[in-house]
């Protein structure tokens, strides 16, 4: 069981502990903050608060209200002159910094009844010490050796589905956050930036592949760096999906539910080669179906980098569970620029695709729509 101490200290000298992280201070490491860990949501500068979230952060210290505690851990085996990371309190801590540091500003009334807005240090020095003094609560969680090796991530995530509903990616991600969990480390390489890191090897040769193949598909994803970060990690858990399905032919396992896949993400669960083998196979014959459907930007929607899940599931289902022959790839292309110019025809494989209105993907559906795509009299 971590051992946890309890103490209080002042916002100013909290923020300098953030502020000293990166710098020649004389603080000993050991004391010094880093914001961002590998299972935090955002990074150590920007987070995921908007700036109306941040001011009423700034807001509720003001006026004296409680924002919780701030949570702070440092793995078993870690020194002590390790950092500690933020575990609970990343959001709240950066808008702190950031106000002190003059990075926005908060409404402010005159004197006079008029409104403006002001950064902190054109706030009256009053309202600036009242900020500086206003202590927080602090929780240092140290992890203990007999600890299971997860602790961390399972405190993080525990603590974050309860209070700040995590969704799956990210959840996913801080499961993942000490890198030791092959499909996960995967899947981070080929969804890409800022997961690009070199792999050496025939693997690496594998990864490259894929991704550049992915992306010359399904365009906006990670490479351009510019899709947020709930989104990067909704990516991840997409594309776990995509490796468990194809490694072990289980279609069940094609979903990017945290819980439905969670006791597949182990360290032990290392890819084998010829799993290898199959997953640049079912990759490829993916991609290269999708790339010989006519309009296929418009048949099959993606997002930032990653296509719709309802939308190519037969495609991926039908590689998954080994239907698609060379007969039935050019089949499945055929159909589907057949129902491009049949509304008809169109109108049946919705219906037939939906299952009565709902979105979830089944393995009765895929094998309805294959039975239709079969079934079709190609002209």
């Known amino acids: 069981m971590p051992y946890i ?14 502020n000293t992280t990166n710098n020649n201070d004389s603080m000993p490491e050991g004391e010094k903050i880093k914001v961002c860990a590998a299972f935090q949501r955002g990074d150590d500068q920007t987070g995921v608060w908007s700036i109306k979230m941040q001011r009423k952060l700034v807001e509720s210290i003001l006026m004296g ?43 402010y009334v005159e004197e006079d009844g008029s409104k403006t807005f002001k950064t902190f240090e054109e706030l009256p020095v009053e309202i600036q010490a009242k900020f500086k003094n206003t202590n927080l609560h602090l929780q240092q969680i140290r992890v203990l050796r007999e600890d299971p090796p997860d602790t961390v991530a399972r405190m993080f995530t525990n603590t974050n589905t309860l209070i700040l ?8 991600k801080a499961h993942g956050w000490m890198g030791n969990i092959p499909i996960i480390e995967l899947a981070k390489r080929l969804i890409g930036e800022p997961w690009e890191y070199e792999v050496s090897g025939e693997w690496g040769d594998i990864i490259d592949e894929i991704r550049e193949n992915w992306y010359q598909t399904f365009p ?31 279609l069940s396992l094609f979903t990017k539910k945290f819980d439905k896949i969670k006791n597949h993400l182990t ?28 309009n296929n930007n418009d048949l099959f929607k993606r997002e930032c980098g990653m296509p719709k899940k309802t939308k190519i599931f037969i495609i991926w289902g039908a590689i998954v569970t080994d239907r698609m022959t060379p007969d039935f790839t050019l089949k499945v292309i055929n159909f589907y620029n057949a129902i491009q110019e049949d509304e008809e ?35």
């Open 5 to 18: 101490t309890q103490l209080t200290q002042p916002i100013q000298q909290f923020v300098h502990r953030l």
């Open 65 to 107: 209200f409680p924002i919780g505690s701030i949570m702070l851990v440092k793995a078993w085996g870690a020194a002590n002159s390790t950092n500690h990371f933020i575990l609970d309190g990343g959001n709240r801590s950066r808008a702190m910094r950031d106000f002190m540091s003059g990075d926005f500003s908060i409404p």
């Open 165 to 172: 509903s995590l969704k799956d990616g990210e959840l996913i």
């Open 220 to 250: 906006g994803g990670g490479v351009d760096g510019t899709k947020r970060e709930t989104k990067r990690c909704d990516n991840i858990a997409m594309m776990c999906g995509f490796i468990l399905s194809s490694i072990t032919s289980s």
């Open 267 to 294: 360290p032990e669960n290392i890819i084998t080669e010829v799993q290898k083998e199959k997953l640049l196979s079912n990759f490829s014959k993916f991609i290269a179906t999708i790339n010989a459907i006519d």
């Open 345 to 379: 025809l169109m109108e049946v494989y919705d219906n037939t695709l939906s299952g009565g209105g709902d979105g979830h993907t089944t393995r009765s559906k895929l094998e309805n729509v294959i039975n239709l795509i079969n079934s079709y009299e190609f002209h």
